[in-house]
Nanobody, 125 residues
Framework: VQLQASGGGLVQAGGSLRLSCVAS????????VGWFRQAPGEEREFVAA????????YYADSVKGRFTISRSNAKTTAYLQMNSLKPEDAAVYYC???????????????????WGQGTQVTVSS
């Protein structure tokens, strides 16, 4: 499956953005779809994930209550709604997907085979 991430941009602290991840080549059915982010000089960091079939969602503690991951009924698009953005949320955000991620590996970037190209999120203070 190929992934296309979009929706990044420049926003003031406290603002909102919605990222989209569109699948091509097949649908997300049976996959775990997630988002990672990477700031300059930092490791890639887990943000959120959703089990496509069960709609179970998982979040990093740093974004709980502010970010929401969701899925479309069309089985080809996942979203990351980001509210109350902080300067520390600024990073390149990557959409990821895999069809065999076990619970203990959800936050590991190596558990995901498919990666989108990344979309830049900049938060001004």
């Amino acid at each position: 499956v190929q992934l296309q991430a979009s929706g990044g941009g420049l926003v003031q602290a406290g603002g909102s953005l919605r990222l989209s991840c569109v699948a091509s080549g097949r649908t997300f059915s049976g996959y775990t779809v997630g988002w990672f982010r990477q700031a300059p000089g930092e490791e890639r960091e887990f943000v959120a994930a959703i089990r496509w079939s069960s709609r179970s969602t998982y979040y990093a503690d740093s974004v709980k209550g502010r970010f929401t991951i969701s899925r479309s009924n069309a089985k080809t698009t996942a979203y990351l709604q980001m509210n109350s953005l902080k300067p520390e949320d600024a990073a390149v955000y990557y959409c990821v997907a895999d069809n065999s991620v076990i619970y203990s590996d959800l936050i590991s970037p190596t558990a995901y085979e498919h990666w989108g190209q990344g979309t830049q999120v900049t938060v001004s203070s």
